[in-house]
């Protein structure tokens, strides 16, 4: 049984940093493509972030361009993003998603539960 699970949301003021984990079980996570997505209320789901499978190539949106870095250890099976200058618009909830490597960028096999930031002004 494959499990996404997020960790490291909460609460935090404007400009402040988080780091959220996100630890994959039940597939070979190196084989796996890694994103972050987030939703905030009343809005669409929208890409944050993206790493390949050796974690060589990071994918950002605009939006966090800049502020947020992603990253993996394949030895714990774990993808992170490191959030930093956080802005009150940051706030949602974030999942992490596994792509198997060669699927169409569009199709995410696993999902996770998603974790809460919230960022006050």
């Known amino acids: 049984q494959v499990q996404l699970v997020e960790s490291g949301g909460g609460l935090v003021q404007a400009g402040g940093s988080l780091r959220l984990s996100c630890a994959a079980s039940?597939?070979?996570?190196?084989?796996?493509?890694m994103n972050w997505f987030r939703q905030a209320p009343g809005k669409e789901r929208e890409f944050v972030s993206s790493i390949s499978t050796s974690g060589a190539s990071t994918y950002y949106a605009k939006s966090v361009k800049g502020r947020f870095t992603i990253s993996r250890d394949n030895t714990k099976n774990t993808v992170y993003l490191q959030m930093k200058s956080l802005k009150p618009e940051d706030t949602a909830v974030y999942h992490c998603a596994a792509r198997l490597d060669g699927r169409a960028s569009t199709t995410y096999d696993y999902w996770g539960q998603g974790t809460q930031v919230t960022v006050s002004s």
């Open positions: 039940g597939l070979t996570f190196r084989s796996y493509v």
